[in-house]
């Protein structure tokens, strides 16, 4: 009797332990959690996020009282019938919820998500803003074409505190490149490219009020396609453990009017003629 009594006690203290975790789990998603959207495409991104634990919300609960209920029926000590074999039960017990699962979330996610996809990696637009961001141990390097509107070269042999792009001189198209350290300065309502380049270790690029993350990978050129939608400014941060100093690698995109967007451009100098 002691220590069916002290069973019983485990049971219930394990019950009120998935009990709080799955009471705290879904009040805690239920409620709004997410910085406020910024970008065109955010709005989709934030339905898939929200489709996702509308979706399996249930699920969890469901599955955490089915759990409950077994602890409680079974977990106490108590001589319970032996249950009668189904293989058939069994196979559908097994099937049912994969299938329904796979429905839910891989079928869901590919129907709410492929809009937001053809956003993302859309073909870049003709009036887009390019910018280049490298990203290096612990900072983000960003250059603009100057008012020739193209990119120089750049060599990786070059790169010193003095030159932290690495541009070389000896070509035309990059003395006008204008190079900036840990800010991004985009125009409200235009659609921007950014090209993202890594130069050392693997780093990623995210800023999450534009619901933009983006591995930056050595070797690699990858992109981000985005459209501010207010202005204001908001923090790149790294989001991939970088090193030591990984905590300080982040900067900020500034949103600005169209017409203040221009203003500062052109109050900027080519890196190579300051």
């Known amino acids: ?50 489709y996702l634990l509308k979706a399996t919300g249930p699920v969890l609960v469901t599955g955490a009282v089915i759990f409950m209920y077994f602890l409680w029926r079974y ?8 249950p009668t074999p189904n293989p058939r039960a069994e196979l559908w017990w097994s099937i049912v919820p994969v299938v329904g699962m796979m429905a839910l979330t891989e079928v869901g996610v590919v129907v709410k998500g492929m809009p937001v996809w053809e956003q993302i990696y859309a073909p870049i637009p003709a009036d887009a803003v390019t910018v280049e961001v490298t990203g290096q141990q612990f900072e983000w390097i960003v250059r603009y074409p100057g008012p020739d509107g193209k990119f120089g070269r750049v060599k ?25 350290r840990n800010q991004v300065h985009v125009p409200l309502g235009r659609p921007v490219y950014i090209r993202l380049r890594g130069r050392d270790v693997l780093h990623s690029f995210s800023v999450a009020s534009f619901r933009v993350k983006q591995d930056v990978v050595p070797g690699v050129l990858n992109r981000v396609l ?7 400014r ?3 941060a790294c989001t ?16 600005d009017q169209p017409q203040d967007y221009q203003d500062w451009l052109q109050h900027q100098t080519g890196w190579l003629q300051q």
């Open 1 to 50: 009797m002691k220590r069916e009594r002290r069973q019983t006690g485990e049971v219930v203290a394990l019950i009120l332990l998935f009990l709080a975790i799955t009471v705290f789990t879904v009040g805690g998603f239920a409620r709004q959690w997410m910085p406020p959207v910024a970008s065109a495409h955010g709005v989709g991104v934030d339905g898939v996020i929200w």
């Open 75 to 82: 977990g106490r000590g108590r001589p319970t019938p032996a």
């Open 156 to 180: 990786p042999e070059l790169v010193d505190k003095t030159n932290p792009a690495g541009l070389d001189r000896d070509d035309p198209a990059a003395l006008d490149d204008i190079v900036v």
């Open 226 to 232: 985005f459209v501010a939608t207010a202005p204001g």
């Open 234 to 236: 908001y923090e790149i």
């Open 240 to 255: 991939q453990v970088c090193g030591m100093g990984h905590y300080k690698m982040h900067g900020a995109v500034y949103v």
